[in-house]
């Protein structure tokens, strides 16, 4: 079976795949984002994909979803959803990836599976955007829609801030805010890859946010069988198989759901974990394909 793996070729996380496809005699190939192709023919039900190693592969996974014009995003997830119709396996689903790119729309489904998040609130004027604070406490965290890596993640926990954010609503942005929640530093990355699961716990080190990319540190954890339960639903509900999910346990015992990534990173998570994480994924993807 065949493996098309849908990403940047200088990527780590694409190189690390490569390597844990080698060691398994098996045979992937990368495809870029900007070489997929599709076609359709005068009286012929048959979609035509490109390039080769796209329509050859039995098996799909997303390593990267990258950012582009409205129309790029539009038609490389009806490509992948029409490489999912001809019975292919994507990993993940377009679906699944569509909603766990949308912060506000994650969330919205994990909150209506009955499973615990932070208060939550998106506006889009700067006239509703104080009162939006006010009802989070006067003390959030201001998000981009679409993001990761911390990156545009800030503490609004006083009127100045506030008027930064107004600031960037004047400019035509949605406004994602969510009330900050009290914690002791620390949160959990869960990465489930299909029945699997690996953990970390991601510590502060000088920054209230806790991602690795702002400076936090990896520690290896093993979650509360409760704490892995709420992953595997919250993935669920977002429609991932392959999923990151964050949670963060606030000060009065409780665990919210920060977010689900459909596209999840693990070289961090490799740091402090004895299993080839890579290969997991490999032997998953063959599997599913």
Not at 70 to 85: C, F, N, P, S
Not at 115 to 121: G, I
Not at 194 to 208: I, K, L, P, Y
Not at 242 to 266: H, Q, Y
Request: overall charge neutral; some cysteine.
């Amino acid at each position: 079976m065949r493996l098309a793996i849908l990403g940047d070729p200088r990527g780590w996380h694409v190189g690390d795949l490569l390597r844990a496809v080698a060691a398994r005699r098996r045979a992937a190939t990368v495809v870029e984002w900007p070489a997929v192709t599709a076609a359709l023919g005068r009286g012929d039900t048959a979609e035509v994909f490109g390039p080769a190693a796209l329509a050859d592969a039995g098996a799909i996974l997303v390593r990267t979803m990258p950012t582009g014009s409205l129309e790029e995003v539009i038609v490389r997830m009806d490509i992948l959803g029409r490489l999912a119709a001809t019975g292919r396996r994507v990993i993940n689903e377009p679906r699944g990836l569509e909603v766990a790119i949308d912060k506000y729309l994650s969330l919205a489904r994990i909150a209506a599976a009955g499973l615990p998040v932070p208060r939550t609130v998106v506006v889009q004027r700067p006239d509703d955007l104080v009162g939006a604070w006010e009802s989070l406490g006067g003390d959030a965290v201001s998000k981009p829609l679409f993001g990761s890596r911390g990156r545009g993640i800030e503490r609004v926990d006083s009127r100045d801030a506030l008027a930064g954010v107004a600031a960037g609503l004047a400019e035509g942005r949605v406004c994602y805010l969510q009330e900050f929640v009290s914690h002791d530093g620390w949160d959990v990355r869960i990465l489930l890859v299909g029945e699997r699961a690996f953990s970390m716990r991601r510590v502060a080190t000088g920054d209230w946010r806790l991602n690795l990319a702002r400076g936090a540190r990896a520690e290896a954890f093993t979650p509360p069988g409760a704490w892995l339960d709420l992953a595997r639903r919250a993935a669920a509900a977002v429609g991932t198989i392959v999923a990151g999910v964050d949670l963060l346990p606030d000060r009065d015992g409780g665990v919210v759901v920060l977010e689900v990534n459909g596209v999840p990173g693990w070289r961090g998570l490799q740091s402090v974990c004895d299993t080839d994480i890579a290969a997991a994924v490999v032997d998953f993807a063959s599997a599913a394909g």
